[in-house]
């Protein structure tokens, strides 16, 4: 193909984008499942989430016929901008509709004031922490375009086999006069926690998570963790420094384990982990899934 045909195709690429309505986002969701073949038929829910961010946030949906790429501003520096999630359906590839995406998303971000594009998760409501290094395709993209790689994240993978009993912890807690609960119209009291010890971010994860979990000495919250706050992952959590040495981290990570389990999950992803030694000694997780995350100024 000559660079003349290319530009074309990608020209012609970028006529066909237009901004995503309800019936959009729903066809979007099945090219993302169909795209994602790594995230485990995730690819319709992740669309469905960051359809649906934290109140306040600046986003679009931007898709063409067989293709999606969602972009957000980050609510901590308005200059930095995100493309959340970049999908081509197999059939359409080699086509340029993965150049064209990225560059009505670098548009929309320069309108919104971005003077930074990121490929990298913008919390609370991300699908990723970065590229999956699997992914190489987006990549070899992303590279392509000039974005420079500046940082690597990575889960880890806790496996729901395993004896994932709290029977005896909880005991041993009670001893210390600490007790441990599942949250229930009390999620706004363990997210006011959440929010003064750690950030909004978390406080919003927590209190739309499937389960949150939580432990209290004295009508004070000591710790939490939560699971479901995006498909199939664990977390966030976190203990209050005052706990700290009690075992309360453990115990929590673990019922909520169990209750995923419950539901029918046989592993768990452990999502953008700092601590890699707590979770491996505590449930035997293990570091899997790497990202790297890029950037690029905007002109």
Not at 67 to 92: E, N
Not at 204 to 228: C, P, S, V
Request: with cysteine; aromatic share 8%.
């Amino acid at each position: 193909m000559t660079r003349q045909a290319d530009a074309a195709d990608l020209a012609g690429a970028a006529a066909a984008i237009r901004q995503a309505d309800a019936a959009d986002l729903v066809a979007a969701a099945e090219v993302a499942r169909a795209a994602l073949t790594l995230d485990g038929g995730e690819g319709a829910a992740l669309v469905e989430r960051l359809a649906r961010p934290p109140a306040g946030r600046r986003w679009t949906a931007l898709v063409m016929d067989g293709g999606v790429v969602m972009a957000s501003v980050s609510a901590k520096d308005p200059a930095v901008g995100h493309l959340d999630l970049l999908a081509v359906h197999p059939d359409a590839r080699g086509r340029g509709h993965g150049r064209a995406l990225v560059g009505a998303a670098e548009e929309w971000l320069r309108s919104a004031g971005a003077r930074q594009a990121r490929f990298a998760g913008n919390p609370p409501c991300y699908a990723w922490p970065g590229i999956d290094v699997r992914y190489t395709a987006a990549a070899c993209l992303a590279e392509r375009l000039g974005y420079e790689r500046y940082h690597v994240a990575w889960n880890m993978t806790a496996d729901l086999g395993p004896d994932l009993s709290v029977e005896e912890e909880p005991a041993r807690l009670a001893e210390a006069g600490v007790s441990v609960h599942a949250a229930g119209a009390d999620r706004e009291r363990v997210a006011a926690f959440v929010r003064e010890h750690w950030n909004e971010n978390w406080a919003w994860e927590a209190a739309g998570a499937a389960g949150l979990h939580y432990a209290e000495r004295d009508g004070r919250i000591l710790g939490f963790a939560a699971w479901g706050a995006r498909p199939a992952w664990f977390g966030p959590m976190g203990t209050a420094p005052e706990a700290r040495g009690l075992g309360v981290g453990g115990v929590l990570l673990r019922r909520c384990l169990a209750e995923m389990r419950a539901a029918g999950q046989s592993s768990a992803q452990i999502g953008w982990v700092g601590p890699l030694r707590f979770y491996s000694r505590a449930v035997g997780a293990r570091a899997e899934r790497v990202f790297w995350l890029y950037r690029r100024d905007l002109a």
